[in-house]
């Protein structure tokens, strides 16, 4: 069997594997295992198991995650979302499709401290929802909405998906963060510009003037302290020298549930049920860290990645012209895969073969660069059909919303991350201005 051939075998294992439902670790590790065991044998491949193992999980940089992971739940289960979506809706509730734009600054907001995308879709739809829908929003819109707003959970950092990325390409975390804090930003003013706009060009989507908009009271004001606070411990450490983004993480974790015990609405079981949560999504990361190395170890003994570098280097394309024919390819994956699955399963393939190519840049650029541009692609994977995991999560929560029109909801958000990614692919230098001034 040709390598090519063996390749495509381990493909279509895992393909037809998660065709059957079988979750997407499992899928990998088994597709992975067979293509090992077929290219090395057995005793090689359990030697292998014996170490990969340890030395994947033994790694410091991976505890960021659970950590961050933790923070959020602890976010989610001391009620600062309610505060968030309060004071936005009192900014923003007095323009015309105002508390669609409330529900997109609440979920930048909440982001900033969870680094999930259905975490805080989930969560800021169980407050935004039923004021948009008592206010007169359309479902159509209301659940387009906040699916879209909820994938800021990742673009604005902590971001699990880019820290994931900066452990796979041994990048600096903290200059990845900064790099994707300004298209985070830009995001959440092109989602609420699309609402601007939506509202204005289709009729009956929102109230044409909401007769009792939310006020921008003392107590929504006050109501932020705590959101305000643990970013600027958490951030302010990490760029000031002060911590690591790992201790980052710790402190955040722990300024956050801090702030839940204050506002009074953590008890007993929320705290356990935060480390459970935890606990499951981390075991979960992991077991596809495992599948993903297994499988890209067996891929790498086909020498198919390195010659598939070597072919299209020599076809002549520019440097963007590669890239952009990988992001197309992260747009159709997206459509079977969750985004951490296709970063760990396809960063070791692709990372090699932008950083052999000229950009007229410090390589460390280009790594940061590309690292941001994959996260706002995988982002298309959570609204675009037929998966749009984002677009289940809230429809789910609105029972009464058809999926199809959750669908038509999130497309006006779609054109906006188009231009958003063909700006960043263009114009590097948005994601690159904060990483100047980090040492």
Request: charged share 10%; with cysteine; glycine share 10%.
């Amino acid at each position: 069997m040709s390598a090519l051939q063996l390749t495509l075998l381990i493909f279509g294992i895992m393909l037809a594997f998660m065709a059957i439902r079988v979750p997407i670790s499992v899928a990998m590790f088994a597709a992975g295992s067979i293509g090992y065991v077929m290219q090395t044998g057995w005793t090689p491949f359990a030697n292998f198991l014996n170490s990969q193992a340890f030395a994947r999980f033994a790694s410091y940089d991976l505890s960021v995650i659970p950590l961050f992971i933790l923070m959020g739940h602890f976010a989610t289960q001391g009620g600062i979302s309610k505060a968030l979506f309060d004071f936005a809706a009192g900014v923003m509730g007095r323009f015309k499709g105002g508390l669609a734009m409330a529900a997109v600054l609440a979920c930048a907001a909440f982001g900033a401290i969870c680094g999930s995308s259905v975490a805080t879709a989930a969560t800021i739809t169980g407050v935004a929802m039923p004021e948009m829908k008592r206010h007169g929003y359309s479902g159509r819109l209301s659940t387009g909405t906040l699916a879209a707003a909820g994938t800021l959970g990742i673009l604005i950092p902590p971001s699990v998906p880019l820290v994931i990325y900066a452990i796979l390409t041994e990048q600096n975390i903290a200059k990845l963060f900064a790099a994707a804090m300004l298209p985070g930003i830009i995001a959440m003013f092109g989602y609420m510009v699309a609402i601007a706009i939506y509202v204005r060009l289709v009729p009956g989507q929102a109230p044409d003037v909401d007769k009792n908009p939310a006020k921008l009271t003392l107590a929504a004001v006050t109501g932020i302290a705590p959101i305000m606070i643990i970013f600027v411990i958490v951030f302010g450490g990490i760029y000031g020298g002060f911590f690591t983004p790992t201790e980052g993480a710790a402190v955040g974790a722990a300024t956050t549930f801090v702030a839940a015990l204050l506002k009074r609405e953590i008890t007993w079981a929320k705290f356990k049920q935060c480390f459970y949560a935890t606990a499951e999504s981390s075991a979960m990361i992991f077991l596809i860290f495992i599948g993903a190395d297994l499988m890209n170890s067996a891929l790498a003994l086909t020498q198919v990645p390195n010659q598939l570098a070597a072919v299209v280097g020599s076809w002549g394309l520019s440097p963007l012209m590669v890239v952009s024919a990988i992001l197309l390819f992260y747009v159709v994956l997206g459509a079977v895969m969750d985004e951490l699955s296709m970063i760990l399963l396809t960063i070791p393939i692709f990372f090699p073969m932008v950083m052999g190519l000229d950009f007229g840049m410090p390589k460390e650029s280009v790594a940061i660069w590309f690292g941001i541009m994959v996260l706002m692609v995988v982002e298309f994977g959570l609204l675009a059909p037929p998966v749009g995991l984002n677009v289940y999560v809230v429809n789910g929560m609105a029972k009464d919303v058809p999926i199809a029109e959750s669908y038509r909801g999130v497309m006006p958000f779609l054109i906006s991350d188009t231009l958003r990614t063909l700006l960043l692919l263009f114009f590097p230098g948005v994601c690159l201005w904060l990483v100047q001034y980090l040492s």
